[in-house]
């Protein structure tokens, strides 16, 4: 599921999707099915602002020098890529790690079950370390959550230089956008930053659990 969403991800794939049903659906199996698929992919805003414009540019002859002019102007003025809401990637993201951790809990809770009742050292010893790993698992969700917010807004090509953000350390426009949410979540210099201390303060937490649990 993880390498699948993964591959949805880099290539693109999740604004082809047609209809969405919460009980699934087979794959077309024949040709005529795939181009009812097809059919209903033309009506979507993906296609009509993606592929038709390109393929009108490629397919029109002579003419695509100037469709195709038209249309670099149409991106440059006021065309629009359409994206899935980077508010429905963090809700997909969370609802995937969500999964994940149930799954991982329950396994552990039948490889690792609880130790006997005479193990009283163990397990104020594990009181402890408990005390410290939720915050952490806490940390680290919020950190991955971030990702989500780094990959709808493109954020990773923003800055590619750590630890400074090109030549400063935090960019003037962190705080142009407002109101508050949609500064931390649509601001790209923002939601950069934010995700890089969280995945410092992750990495640190991480260690000191490491370092306190070795006992």
Known sequence: MVVLGGVTRLTRSGLSMNDWKFTGSLSPL????WLMEFDKYKQSLEYKRTLCSLCTWCW???????????????????YVQPRVSLYRLAS?????????CG??????????PEPPAGSMVWIREAAKIKRLALPVGFLIGITAISEAFIAGND???????????????????IFSMKPLLRKFCENT?????????LATATLLSIGTLWRASRG
Do not use: C
Request: aromatic letters at 12%.
């Open 30 to 33: 024949s040709e005529e099915q």
């Open 103 to 112: 799954l991982l809990w329950t396994s552990l809770s039948v490889v690792m």
């Open 189 to 197: 210099s923002t939601v950069q930053l934010d995700h890089r201390i």
């Open 155 to 173: 954020a990773g090509h923003a800055y590619n230089t750590f630890p400074k953000m090109g030549d400063t350390w935090i960019q003037d426009d």
């Open 60 to 78: 029109a002859g002579f003419d695509w020098l100037v469709d195709g002019k038209k249309w670099l102007r149409g991106t440059e003025s006021g």
């Open 92 to 100: 997909h993201l969370t609802s995937a790690f969500g999964i994940y």
